[in-house]
Each structure stands twice: as C-alpha cells, then as structure tokens.
C-alpha cells in the first residue's frame, strides 16, 4: 500500500521559511515524477512545484526563485524548502507521487496523495 505523509508545516511571520517533507513507502518512487500542491480555503487545489526522475524541476510563476523542491532517493523523501513566505502563502500542502506527466503541476496527473500539512503565515 502506498503511503505519502507530509510534515513540516506550522505558523510563521511573512518573510520567514520552512521546510516541508514527504515520506513514501510502498513503492520505490526515484523513477516516478512527484510535486507538491497547495489548497487555500474557499480556493482550487493548485500545483506549486513538480521533480522528475532525473531531477529537472518546475514551479508555479508565483513561487519562484521562493521554493525549492528536491529529492533524497535514499531516504524516499521529498522535500520543499519554503523561504521569504507571504500571507497568500497560506494553505494546506500536499505531497503527490506516480505522476504520469514530467514536471506537471496538474492535479489529475498524479495517482497518490497524502493527507496534507497546514501552513499559515501571518502578516
């Protein structure tokens, strides 16, 4: 059974980072393409960051040169660095994996979600 579990969210002051992990288990996923999403209340889930299996990257315009997503294989983590954090930042983030797409930021182009880690920031 596959299994994705985020943590690393919490509560920051806009300007400030955090580190955001996903762990997978029931497959071994260095091959599949994996990204993180976002949901903010009352909005659609969007994609905020994608890796594929030979580590090129893809980000949303609106977190660029912000976010960083990367990859332990051997530790079957994914990782998204989060820096100079802004109040529209705020949302839950979710892992995604089995991507059928290099580099998508498509909901329905990933098979396998976990259950979300909430990020707030303040003003």
């Known amino acids: 059974q596959v299994q994705l579990v985020e943590s690393g969210g919490g509560s920051v002051q806009a300007g400030g980072s955090l580190r955001l992990s996903c762990v997978v288990s029931g497959y071994t996923y260095s091959n599949h393409y994996m990204g993180w999403f976002r949901q903010a209340p009352g909005k659609e889930r969007e994609g905020v960051a994608a890796?594929?299996?030979?580590?090129?990257?893809n980000y949303a315009d609106s977190v660029k040169g912000r976010f960083t997503i990367s990859k332990d294989n051997a530790k079957n983590t994914l990782y998204l660095e989060m820096s100079s954090l802004k109040a529209e930042d705020t949302a839950m983030y979710y892992c995604?994996?089995?991507?059928?797409?290099?580099?998508?930021?498509?909901?329905?182009?990933?098979?396998?979600w976990g259950q979300g880690t909430q990020v707030t920031v303040s003003s």
């Open positions: 890796a594929d299996s030979d580590g090129s990257t």
């Open positions: 995604a994996a089995d991507g059928v797409v290099a580099g998508s930021l498509l909901e329905y182009e990933y098979n396998y």
